[in-house]
């Protein structure tokens, strides 16, 4: 897991170097994204060194302090159009980021007994726990991070053992309440969903909705199989964003997936999705080795959180999702994302190094117990 995490750490670097190479910057995201990774592999090991356990009495508490700094964004000036930052001095942080593995440790710590899920009632908490957060994320606004919660909550639900026609009904609420998240959406939020049925073919001229699905599709055809290294301009072999076929919105954050396979082509990316699933399937072994209920649910709770993000971000660049503005893990540019992911790696590997077995033959308690 560390040697995959560490590679992902490498891939992204080497993605936002070629991001400033192309839009001809000074190289200042990629050394304070060097920064970031050296205080993410500090907290990564920092995490694994108490037992996991204590944080089950604190998981409330730090779901608690996450909404709490998510309400507090709206108290800061906007940046881009979203109030998603708290901006201090040259720091800014993410909440979103973090409130993503607070959820997480909160649903666990509901999900260990087995009396809190086992009938429909028992599913009102979760979903509040998932609804206050998704609320306010989507209000900042940020789709593309609202969209993790739901999926997580299903695969939590499931592996906690609730009943497949509770999960079922719902999935069909959540159908319903599509109506109501479209309501709640910018105006900028919804082009983008209808921009995903735009013409992009070679030729025509996309809207400025559907520019960044087309340029993110010209940048993978540009890579090829093996990338492509070749420049506008031919003569001084320099690449450069002042050619269209070379510019993407948003480069070294939400789109580096695209940035990597204009790069290093179809193959560097298999590479890349290959060292993303040796991480899951390494998380979920973490998961499957431990019959302790809080641990086994943060540790799939974490690595679902990992996959679906993975998911929505290459699916939304190759045209299979609209473009939400979610960043890949790992990869992308940005220090909160960076050190919330590594904290997330650092408890999945402090659940592996403890895995706690219960003396029950049940791996879920009952309440009373």
């Not at 490498?10 to 060097?34: K, T, W």
């Not at 260990?112 to 009632?121: A, C, D, K, Q, V």
């Not at 073919?201 to 699905?213: E, I, K, T, Y």
Request: aromatic share 8%; charged share 15%; with cysteine.
């Amino acid at each position: 897991m560390v040697l995959a995490a560490a590679g992902l750490v490498a891939i992204g670097c080497l993605g936002i170097a070629h991001s400033e190479q192309l839009a001809e910057s000074d190289g200042r995201f990629l050394r304070q994204q060097l920064i970031w990774a050296a205080l993410a592999a500090v907290a990564m090991v920092l995490v694994t060194i108490p037992n996991y356990r204590i944080l089950c009495r604190w998981s409330y508490v730090a779901l608690a302090a996450a909404i709490v700094l998510l309400v507090a964004v709206y108290f800061f000036p906007p940046i881009n159009g979203a109030r998603r930052w708290i901006r201090i001095g040259p720091v800014g942080l993410q909440p979103s980021e973090f409130a993503k593995v607070a959820f997480v440790l909160a649903l666990a710590r509901w999900l260990m007994y087995r009396e809190n899920y086992r009938r429909l009632s028992g599913l009102l908490a979760p979903l509040l726990l998932t609804l206050v957060p998704v609320v306010l994320i989507l209000r900042e606004p940020d789709l593309g991070t609202a969209l993790v919660f739901l999926p997580v909550l299903l695969v939590m639900l499931l592996a906690a053992g609730a009943r497949k026609q509770h999960l079922v009904l719902l999935c069909l609420l959540s159908v319903a309440a599509l109506p109501g998240l479209w309501t709640q959406m910018s105006r900028e939020q919804k082009s983008r969903v209808t921009a995903m049925w735009e013409d992009t073919s070679p030729g025509v001229r996309p809207s400025d909705d559907a520019f960044h699905l087309h340029q993110s599709k010209r940048m993978l055809a540009l890579g090829g199989l093996w990338g492509s290294g070749r420049a506008a301009d031919e003569e001084s072999g320099e690449l450069s964003a002042a050619s269209l076929d070379y510019f993407i919105p948003a480069a070294h954050t939400d789109s580096i997936f695209s940035v990597l396979g204009q790069r290093y082509g179809l193959a560097g990316l298999i590479g890349l999705l290959s060292l993303f699933v040796l991480l899951i399937w390494r998380g979920t072994m973490v998961a499957a080795a431990t019959r302790e209920p809080f641990g086994r649910l943060v540790a799939l709770g974490l690595v679902a959180l990992l996959g679906v993000q993975v998911v929505i971000n290459t699916a939304m660049l190759v045209g299979l999702l609209p473009i939400t503005g979610l960043s890949l893990p790992l990869v992308s540019y940005g220090g909160s994302g960076l050190v919330a992911h590594a904290i997330a790696l650092g408890l999945i590997l402090n659940i592996g190094l403890r895995p706690g077995y219960e003396l029950a033959g049940e791996p879920f308690r009952f309440a009373g117990e």
